[in-house]
Nanobody, 116 residues
Framework: VQLQASGGGLVQPGGSLRLSCAASGRMFGSYVMAWFRQAPGEERESVGS????????KYTDSVKGRFTISRDNAKKMTYLQMNGLRPEDTAVYYC??????????WGQGTQVTVSS
């Protein structure tokens, strides 16, 4: 599967953005679609994930209640809705397809900058 992320940009604190991840190729029901982010000088960290078949989600504590991951199976799209953005959310965001917990494909990153 090939992934392409989009939707990043510059937003003021408290604002919202929706990132999209388009998949091409075969999507297996056992995939977990995940969002990661990497801030300058920091390691890449998991933001959250969604099981492709069941739609169940998980989030890292720092984004719970603010970010929502969803997917559209028919369109092979995964979304990351980000509300209440904070300067510390500034990072390059990546989508990834995981199989048995291991990344099998990465999208290119999309920059999210939260600044006034």
């Amino acid at each position: 599967v090939q992934l392409q992320a989009s939707g990043g940009g510059l937003v003021q604190p408290g604002g919202s953005l929706r990132l999209s991840c388009a998949a091409s190729g075969r999507m297996f029901g056992s995939y977990v679609m995940a969002w990661f982010r990497q801030a300058p000088g920091e390691e890449r960290e998991s933001v959250g994930s969604i099981r492709w078949n069941m739609g169940t989600t998980k989030y890292t504590d720092s984004v719970k209640g603010r970010f929502t991951i969803s997917r559209d199976n028919a369109k092979k799209m995964t979304y990351l809705q980000m509300n209440g953005l904070r300067p510390e959310d500034t990072a390059v965001y990546y989508c990834a397809a995981l199989l048995s917990g291991n990344p099998v494909s990465w999208g290119q990153g999309t920059q999210v900058t939260v600044s006034s």
